[in-house]
């Protein structure tokens, strides 16, 4: 069990530059995860702490260890990845022994390693597979055993690629329920990368948004969720996606409004403490979930009222995409609602939970 | 049912095309030059065609001069490909244009480099040996071999040698652990074409040999003469020739499949 720390690491690919100046530290024990959209640099950060990849400013550290000059063999992590890399002509059995098998790890008889290795496909119900090859087992099975050859020893760390990414939607429930039991058990550190927020936010205890190779917010689950530090870190928690609304604050006579395309907004004392040090005059991007947006069909006088765009029933309610000219607004509504496209609605917002943002990038219908 | 009898009826046909010239081979050694025109189906076998070949035109040294020639330069280009086509799928060496030079030797008619080879080699006195031969095999297979071996590296996922880094092993133990038992099936087939290949190859054979180096391939075609052709002798020549081959196929048959199917062993 140990720390790892990134202290300033830039890493340049030609002239794109990956990682730009990413500093964090993860703790011991601590279940650590690395999120953001494709091309954000998570699995380059993995890269890079395993020895995959090489040649980098700033300091790697694992424990109090720089590892910068270590070759991978001496680093002590053990990674999974994404597409597994079993090995192919091996049986499972072989696959999760290799590790125990290396000239590192001496000391060990063979009915140790063997016994060792069995003890691991156990732990992760995969006892009975043992003697199969890997281009016998399906998805999840592969997985297990990828989980299970990093498991069998104890590393210092472990760095997991994505490890459920390619399992379909039910198995990846599953499997996700699996990673926070074992995770739980082994009580060692973890460097998880995702880019499925439900991963983030169910398995971690802390995750790191990346954003182009930089942290855009490190923080507790329920903090991310709660209070998004920005715009972008808003669009990528949460599905549905969370409405983005380009507008300007006004004030008058000591009420706040929200001025947005087809939208003029009362906004309630309590936005004032979530400004974020946006006034009155400035431009704004106000954020609010599509749950905190309520669709009224035929609508109340007092509300706002916008086209229907397109409805789409979900397992337990329907989610009403409404005209906001440039963008969509996205509102939940009770599951029987029947509205045709055009329809006009009334849309009831719950400002009190509304986010206020710098605008950060560009936002499209 | 219609589409069923198609379907053996075209696989009868292919078959026919593909065994009845190797069987008319050994049908034709066996038959006596009355027997070879005659039009009978039935004939009483005999060995002469193939005494004719070990006493009266003795062609053991053309078989034995193919076998050096090709399991020599077989083992050269092996000796240079494997390495060189790891090197091209792992570590991009030359950023490509080294395997486009490697394989670009084949991109134009093997003829138009005789000459200049030609030349060459009478100034060096490589005319007619075994080692002007097996370069020149060397000089042709290495392009086509090291091509095929590239594919075959470029198959194993890189992730497969990062894991066993990670895992603890060198990179010694991992060409040994990891890449060679995965290569295996690509090393057999590549082996094979380059042995066939050589074998079979008679241009070059026949401009640059004469008679110290002559091939089982050209010593063949000294029986098409500009009087008659010797069909029973060359038959038994031929059938003898094609043996090596039959043979690598049948033993390659196993790696074959599995070489052809490789893409399925990825993970």
């Known amino acids: 069990m140990a720390t790892v720390t990134l202290q300033n690491v830039t890493k340049r690919f030609g002239r794109t530059t990956a990682l730009n100046d990413l500093s964090f530290q993860c703790e011991e024990g601590e279940f650590f995860t690395l999120f953001g959209p494709s091309g954000a640099g998570k699995t380059t950060t993995l890269e890079l ?32 990845f ?9 049986t499972v059995a072989e696959n999760i022994a290799f590790p125990l098998r290396s000239p590192r790890a001496r000391g060990r008889t063979a009915a140790e390693v063997e016994q060792r290795a069995r003890e691991a496909a156990e732990q992760l119900g995969i006892g009975h597979l043992l003697d199969r090859n890997p281009v016998q087992l399906s998805g999840g099975q592969k997985q297990r055993v990828s989980l299970a050859r990093a498991l069998v020893r104890e590393p210092d760390v472990f760095l997991l690629d994505e490890p459920i990414a390619h399992l379909d939607a039910k198995l990846r429930t599953s499997a996700r329920a699996n990673l926070k039991d074992i995770a739980h058990r082994l009580g060692t550190t973890i460097l998880y990368v995702t880019h499925d927020y439900r991963e983030a936010l169910g398995l971690s205890d802390r995750i790191c948004i990346l954003r182009e190779g930089s942290v855009e917010q490190l923080g507790k689950p329920r903090e991310i969720y709660a209070q998004p530090a920005s715009d972008f870190v808003a669009h990528l928690i949460g599905d549905p996606v969370t409405n983005l609304i380009d507008g300007s604050i006004a004030e008058e006579g000591g009420a706040l409004s929200f001025h947005g395309p087809l939208l003029d907004l009362p906004l309630p004392d309590a936005c004032r403490a979530r400004l974020n040090g946006h006034g009155p ?46 963008t969509i607004l996205t509102a939940e509504a009770p599951f029987q609602t029947r509205l045709a496209v055009g329809d006009p609605v009334g849309v009831e917002f719950s400002l009190d939970k509304a986010h206020f943002f710098e605008k950060t990038f560009e936002l499209s219908k | 049912m219609l589409r069923k009898s198609l379907f053996w009826l075209a696989i009868a046909i292919i078959l026919f095309a593909f065994t009845f010239p190797v069987f008319w081979v050994y049908v034709t050694s066996l038959k006596s030059p009355d027997d070879i025109f005659g039009t009978g189906l039935i004939f009483k076998p005999t060995l002469y065609n193939y005494e004719y070949i070990i006493n009266v035109r003795p062609a053991l040294n053309e078989l034995l001069n193919s076998l050096i020639v090709s399991i020599a330069s077989t083992a050269v280009v092996m000796a240079i490909s494997v390495p060189a086509a790891y090197s091209f799928a792992r570590f991009n060496t030359g950023n490509g244009h080294i395997l486009f030079i490697t394989i670009s030797t084949r991109m134009f008619p093997g003829v138009v480099a005789a000459i200049p080879f030609f030349i060459a080699f009478r100034d060096l006195g490589l005319l007619d040996t075994h080692l002007g031969l097996t370069l020149l095999y060397v000089y042709f297979n290495m392009s086509f071999a090291t091509f095929l071996l590239y594919g075959f590296f470029k198959e194993i996922p890189a992730s497969l040698e990062y894991a066993a880094m990670l895992d603890g092993y060198s990179r010694i133990d991992i060409l040994r652990k990891i890449v060679f038992p995965l290569i295996k099936p690509g090393v057999a087939i590549t082996t094979m074409f380059c042995l066939i290949w050589s074998w079979n190859e008679f241009l070059y054979a026949f401009l640059f040999t004469r008679r110290i180096a002559r091939t089982a391939s050209v010593g063949l075609s000294t029986f098409w003469g500009s009087v008659e052709i010797q069909w029973g002798p060359m038959a038994a020549f031929m059938g003898i020739a094609i043996l090596p081959t039959l043979l690598a196929a049948w033993l390659m048959q196993r790696h074959i499949v599995r070489g052809l199917t490789f893409g399925a062993v990825k993970g």
């Open chain 1, 49 to 80: 702490i395993a020895g995959i990849k090489s040649r980098y400013e700033g300091r790697i550290l694992i424990g109090d260890r720089d590892v910068g000059k270590l070759p991978l063999q001496e680093r002590n992590v053990a990674m999974a």
């Open chain 1, 82 to 90: 994404e597409n597994y890399a079993l090995y192919p002509h091996m």
């Open chain 1, 281 to 326: 005059g400035g431009a704004v991007r106000l954020g609010i979930r599509p749950r905190d947006v309520r669709a009224h069909p035929g609508g109340a006088d007092d509300l706002p009222r916008l086209p229907v765009y397109g409805v789409e029933h979900t397992a337990d309610h329907a989610l009403i995409h409404l005209d906001l000219g440039p």
